[in-house]
């Protein structure tokens, strides 16, 4: 699996925007401020903090928005308006959100979509919290800066924010029922896995 930052917008007063479901894994992380987020076929929403990350493993819809009573704005269309990755919705003082998208190979991607719960949100409580933290914040400074190298610094600070979830979410799902990834979480059964793995004969 492949994790690409592939934008993310300021905000302050009043706004709301919905984003299209999509057969991709989507990840993001606020790192300025808070805002409620509202997933489809979910009866209540949540809030979406500075310092938490979340991950969506199924295609849905959701808004995010500062009000969830008003009408919000299509995010294709925001962000094609704006020409670029970055939007910013009224001064841009309260809000700063990072989203992002997981590729996989086509032949072994639903491995990991069917063992990944719909939806998860780590908060700024967590125990990798400090780990997120810092993250987000060389991912702005990388996408602030025009040094040599940007592109590729951006990739792999992405990578490490996804892998962090997932180490974050084996450490809670540890009572949860059976599966290969919480396998690969077991200090025992993964070494058995990876050599296994490593010489199928």
Sequence with gaps: AEALLTGGFTAGGAWAIRFPAR???KFSAVVKGSC???LDGEPEPGLLQAGDVSLLAEKRSFVLASDLNLPPLDAVTLFSAAGKSQATLGDGSELAY???HVEFDPSHGSLLMDVLPPWIHLTSASPQAKVFRWLMDQLVAENDDTLPGKQLVSAQLTQLLFVQ????HLLRASGSSAGWLRAL???RIAPALVRMHGDPA
Aim: charged fraction near 40%; glycine fraction near 18%; hydrophobic fraction near 40%.
């Design 23 to 25: 057969d991709k894994i």
């Design 36 to 38: 409620w987020v509202r």
């Design 98 to 100: 990072l989203g992002g």
């Design 165 to 168: 979830i997932l180490r974050e």
């Design 185 to 187: 979480g077991d200090p």
